[in-house]
């Protein structure tokens, strides 16, 4: 075993503008109902085709379904997903990169490991997040312009490269607040739901995992997670409120986690993951897809659409993540400097109970 190193703790674990922070995220939480601009062009976009061009294309739209279209989209999954992950590298960040910039931020400690991450101000982490967000956007801009461009043959590929790169942009904001959703299989479970509830986020979600976050992503107030004498999951459980709820994510991920992991393998175990998620996301999409029409038409609106779908995701996974660091980040300091065994962690998890709402 390594020798444990000496960590600056940061005093109060907690400070003033942290706590703060709590009430603006709410409200940024709340103007996520609203579309914003870049949506409302995508629809206007739509609406100015000419009547003629609409007329002339409309046997081609007419010639593939949304169940088709679905389909197709699927088939990629199945057999072009390495070909996915190639094309979502070239605008993905890396643990090293995130790591390097946290470095920045975090004079007192050198930081290794995204476990550390805990150790920095959320403000701070907020700050890097922001100014990672220009570069997903981009890339959103880039890819639905560039898929779009091809029209109707562009289609079940660009349903499938545009959705791998807004789960990509979650596990990429997980990774800036310290989750290690590439080896722990729990957190990449969790991941994906965000994902899906970042799609709609007026709904409660799309399972019992889904659900608690929407309970999150509604709370206001801060929760004090207090120090306890074991220090463990299931001393944070025991205190209810936001800090139970976050423990009860934890338990379900950990147990959709071994079952994926029975099914797939460690080595599928994103793409079986992903499936899923594009399963319960994908026939919404083609909905809005399959009214694109000439290829010049069809480029500006997978822009518009895809970088306004972009930046809500990138809004709602920044404000779950920050609320999630800061009701967890007393515990996870407290795990890191005292070393909490993984096994006994484990234990916790199974023995929560579920809560009554």
């Not at 991941?191 to 979600?205: D, H, M, R």
């Not at 709820?245 to 599928?268: P, V």
């Not at 994908?282 to 897809?289: A, V």
Request: proline share 3%; glycine share 6%.
């Amino acid at each position: 075993m390594s020798e444990q190193k000496n960590y600056v703790l940061p005093t109060p674990i907690i400070d003033c503008q942290e706590e703060q922070t709590v009430k603006a995220l709410a409200v940024r939480y709340g103007q996520m109902q609203n579309p914003n601009l870049l949506s409302k062009a995508g629809k206007k976009l739509s609406g100015v085709v000419p009547t003629s061009i609409k007329n002339l294309t409309k046997n081609v739209a007419g010639s593939i379904s949304e169940a088709e279209l679905y389909q197709q989209a699927m088939n990629v999954i199945a057999e072009g997903f390495k070909v996915i992950e190639e094309q979502a590298a070239k605008f993905s960040i890396s643990e090293e990169t995130i790591i390097k910039k946290v470095n920045g931020i975090v004079p007192d400690n050198e930081i290794t490991k995204l476990d550390e991450i805990c150790l920095a101000r959320s403000y701070n982490l907020a700050r890097l997040v922001n100014q990672y967000k220009s570069r997903d956007l981009l890339a959103a801009a880039v890819e639905g312009g560039a898929t779009g461009a091809f029209g109707f043959a562009g289609l079940p590929f660009n349903l499938v490269l545009s959705t791998f790169l807004f789960y990509r942009a979650v596990q990429s904001i997980a990774m800036f607040y310290g989750y290690d959703v590439k080896n722990d299989t729990s957190e990449l479970i969790i991941a994906s739901e965000v994902f899906v509830s970042a799609l709609s986020p007026q709904k409660s979600g799309s399972s019992e995992i889904g659900s608690l976050i929407g309970r999150i992503m509604l709370i206001s107030e801060l929760t004090a997670v207090k120090q306890t004498s074991k220090k463990t999951w299931e001393a944070m459980a025991s205190q209810g409120g936001i800090a139970l709820l976050l423990t009860q994510i934890r338990a379900l991920a950990h147990k959709s986690a071994k079952t994926a992991l029975e099914k797939a393998g460690q080595k599928g175990l994103e793409n079986s993951i992903f499936r899923r998620v594009f399963q319960q996301i994908g026939r919404g999409l083609t909905k809005k897809s399959i009214q694109r029409v000439i290829p010049v038409v069809s480029a500006a609106i997978g822009v518009c659409f895809d970088t306004a779908q972009m930046r809500t995701v990138l809004e709602f996974a920044d404000v779950f993540y920050q609320k999630r660091y800061l009701a967890e980040k007393e515990i996870r300091i407290c795990a890191l400097t005292e070393k909490v065994e993984e096994d006994y962690i484990d234990v916790a998890y199974r023995t929560v109970s579920p809560i009554n709402c």
